[in-house]
């Protein structure tokens, strides 16, 4: 089966890759250092539009002219965080973001293609199993006792249910609507693996779903040694928001604070060398900042000696035309002189003297117009003079004022225009040797990391870094458990199965979105990246979910009011969910639209027109415009709350976006296209219609 089955992956993947747009370029703008993890230095950036691409992508940006390497570590509605391998300042006002959204295709294409030469060894034994949606049955070693512990919130009968089918059957799915507690059962499951001795390998498509399940993970296991001893390892970069969550309540799953804590000597060391490097890095800024302001007083000093110049050229060139104009005035002096003598002389006296009137006249004409073109020269060369004279007294100003700068920076910096150089060159050399010796810190603790890694019982990670991280365990796990698992590429999932051994875990809802399959045209691409792994399994509607029983389905939802939950349970439940009691009891809130939970707006009597873009997306300008309104009036009446706007397309997100950016409402809202928004929640939700 494996055989033709990574046939048929790698001509899918490569109909996708066809499909793909090949290095596509985005703006950036308004770049904000935000932390180092992991030797990446991590950018959070605005976008122009909202950015389709994988994340762990390669990408490459260009700032200022120059090109600097990194990966795309997550979006989030017009916002991108990008985890570049070169420190570029606290902020980057604009930049030009490059990506190439096949990169990941291409590199598992080629991961399949290694397996079907023989090139690498894979056992695809487990994804055999799961591929070929046979009946669950019994683990091996399922008479191990089941034990997890209970939280203050114990599971509830089909929570129960769904723990110990995972922890029981080898292929297990627990079918999780929204808000029926998903993750927290998620969280028992991997903590009754664990106790059993098994070691899990916890995936989803995102970093955002990783997290979170993480997070779930971590909350329930944080006083055990699971946990203390570093044994639940996050493998990966999280996004910003849950970084700081999992710094501030979990940090012992962060791959970096663990090997902190174990390399502490090590850790010391490069946060001093990086402190140093930081100093280092400030004064050589100052240096630059003198060479450039010697480099100026130079460049005046030169300026100002070619204005002198060319004074002392246009003083010569003026003392020459103004002798040239003394003599022909001189000389036509004496022809006028000539011709009046002639004029009043007798013929032949005339003819004695050589003395022709009209001859005389002509050449006093031709002197006059001599004469004329040599006092425009005259003055011509006089305003030079003087233009040239306020441009020199300008640079001896500026001359002078540059000449000040220049020996204050020295006089800061404490070294002379002579010794500059060379000092700039040690700083230089201590540079060097600090980045050197950093990156042999950054060896060593990328050994104590693998190491981490290899003794890991949990390791949550995205699908990707399965077949692209070099730190990824060359260890099978045990179980394989993966969360939102509507969204995983079948084509990725085959392969993290191949990464485990004894049984896996789905978790997530047949009814919630499928993965995006750009190659809409190819049926081996529809096959296996278009499709979920639930229509593998046959678990494509409520029916036959019900009737099957490698299914448990949770039952009882704890978020949503009973008059919203009311429409998923009766139009895609077959009212098989129940609602939590408390969430009867939960107290309303006020947001000035109405006291109902649930709120239609009718905008059909408006007419309001819909446009759709050559891409296929659409947008909405009435609609978009009434929900921005909505979320203006229910924060005026709810200071503290946060609205999630989801809409279908990406136009309508992009136009809603700009008009809360205007309104100044975006601190408080979260726009999303449905598929980005899948697994996330907010208190309050407008959902426009296009």
Same mark, same amino acid.
């Given at each position: 089966m494996a055989s033709y089955l990574i046939d048929e992956f790698v001509q899918a993947l490569d109909e996708e890759i066809r499909a793909s747009q090949k290095d596509k370029t985005t703006k950036v703008f308004q770049g904000r250092f935000l932390r180092e993890i992991s030797g990446l230095f991590v950018y959070s950036f605005n976008l122009e539009n909202f950015l389709v691409t994988l994340e762990d992508t390669p990408a490459k940006i260009l700032i200022r002219g120059i090109e600097y390497g990194g990966h795309i570590l997550s979006t989030h509605e017009l916002e991108v965080e990008i985890g570049l391998e070169h420190f570029c300042g606290q902020f980057i006002p604009e930049a030009e973001l490059k990506t190439d959204p096949s990169y990941l295709l291409d590199k598992l294409?080629?991961?399949?293609?290694?397996?079907?030469?023989?090139a690498t060894k894979v056992d695809f034994h487990l994804s055999e199993i799961l591929f070929s949606g046979q009946q669950s049955y019994p683990k091996s070693?399922?008479?191990?006792?089941?034990?997890?512990?209970?939280?203050?919130?114990?599971?509830?009968?089909?929570?129960?249910?769904?723990?110990?089918?995972?922890?029981?059957? @080898?292929?297990?799915?627990?079918?999780?609507?929204p808000g029926t507690g998903k993750t927290k059962t998620a969280a028992m499951a991997i903590e009754a693996h664990l106790n059993a001795g098994r070691r899990v390998l916890l995936v989803s498509h995102s970093n955002n779903a990783v997290d979170e399940a993480l997070e779930d993970v971590a909350e329930h296991l944080k006083t055990t040694s699971f946990y203390q001893e570093g044994k639940l390892v996050r493998l990966g970069k999280p996004q910003e928001e849950h970084l700081k969550k999992l710094l501030g309540?979990?940090?012992?799953?962060?791959?970096?604070?663990? =090997?902190?804590?174990?390399?502490?000597?090590?850790?010391?060391?490069?946060?001093?060398?990086?402190?140093e490097k930081f100093q280092l890095e400030d004064k050589l800024a100052s240096f630059e900042g003198v060479f450039c302001a010697l480099q100026k007083r130079d460049a005046t000093l030169s300026a100002l000696d070619e204005l002198k110049l060319s004074l002392s050229e246009s003083e010569r060139r003026s003392r020459l035309s103004k002798a040239d104009l003394d003599m022909l005035e001189e000389s036509q002096r004496k022809k006028r002189e000539k011709l009046l003598e002639a004029e009043s002389s007798g013929r032949l006296k005339r003819i004695l003297k050589g003395l022709d009137p009209q001859k005389l @006249?002509?050449?006093?004409?031709?002197?006059?117009?001599?004469?004329?073109?040599?006092?425009?020269?005259?003055?011509?060369?006089?305003?030079?003079?003087?233009?040239?004279?306020?441009?020199i007294h300008a640079k001896e100003e500026e001359s002078q004022t540059d000449k000040t700068n220049a020996d204050e920076l020295l006089k800061q910096l404490g070294v002379s225009a002579n010794e500059l150089e060379s000092k700039k060159n040690e700083l230089d050399q201590r540079r060097n040797n600090i980045l050197a010796r950093i990156a042999e810190i950054n060896r060593q603790l990328d050994e104590i990391q693998k190491k981490i890694l290899s003794e890991a019982q949990l390791v949550a990670t995205t699908l990707t870094k399965t077949f692209v991280s070099k730190q990824f365990p060359d260890v099978p796990f045990n179980v394989l458990v993966i969360d939102e698992a509507s969204m995983a590429p079948l084509t990725h999932l085959y392969w993290a199965a191949g990464r485990c051994r004894d049984s896996v875990t789905i978790i997530g809802d047949f009814l919630q979105l499928p993965p995006i399959c750009l190659a809409r045209d190819k049926p081996m691409a529809q096959k296996w990246l278009g499709r979920s792994i639930f229509?593998?399994?046959?678990?494509?509607?409520?029916?036959?979910?019900?009737?099957?029983?490698?299914?448990?389905?949770?039952?009882?939802?704890y978020r949503m009011a009973p008059e919203i939950s009311v429409i998923p349970n009766r139009f895609f439940y077959q009212n098989k969910l129940k609602n939590d009691p408390r969430v009867s009891e939960r107290s309303r809130l006020y947001d000035?639209?109405?006291?109902?939970?649930?709120?239609?707006?009718?905008?059909?009597?408006?007419?309001?027109?819909?446009c759709q873009l050559s891409t296929g997306s659409r947008f909405n300008l009435y609609n978009a415009l *009434?929900?921005?309104?909505? =979320?203006?009036?229910?924060?005026?009446?709810?200071?503290? *709350?946060?609205i999630g706007i989801l809409t279908p397309y990406g136009a309508q997100a992009r136009l809603i976006h700009k008009i809360a950016k205007d309104w100044e409402l975006l601190g408080r809202l979260r726009i999303s296209t449905v598929h980005k928004f899948q697994g996330g929640e907010e208190k309050i939700g407008v959902n426009p219609r296009n």
């Open positions: 294409k080629k991961k399949f293609e290694e397996c079907r030469s023989g070693n399922s008479q191990a006792e089941i034990h997890f512990s209970l939280s203050t919130e114990p599971p509830n009968e089909s929570q129960k249910r769904a723990i110990e089918a995972s922890f029981s059957s @080898q292929l297990s799915v627990i079918w999780g609507p309540k979990y940090p012992l799953v962060l791959l970096d604070e663990i =090997a902190a804590r174990l390399g502490e000597s090590l850790s010391r060391e490069k946060n001093e060398l990086e402190s @006249q002509h050449e006093i004409d031709q002197t006059t117009i001599s004469v004329d073109s040599k006092m425009r020269l005259v003055r011509e060369l006089d305003r030079q003079l003087r233009e040239l004279r306020v441009h229509n593998i399994l046959g678990i494509d509607s409520v029916e036959k979910a019900c009737n099957d029983s490698r299914v448990k389905l949770l039952d009882i939802q000035g639209i109405s006291e109902l939970p649930l709120v239609l707006v009718e905008t059909t009597t408006m007419n309001p027109w819909c *009434v929900c921005a309104t909505l =979320a203006k009036r229910i924060i005026k009446n709810i200071p503290d *709350v946060r």
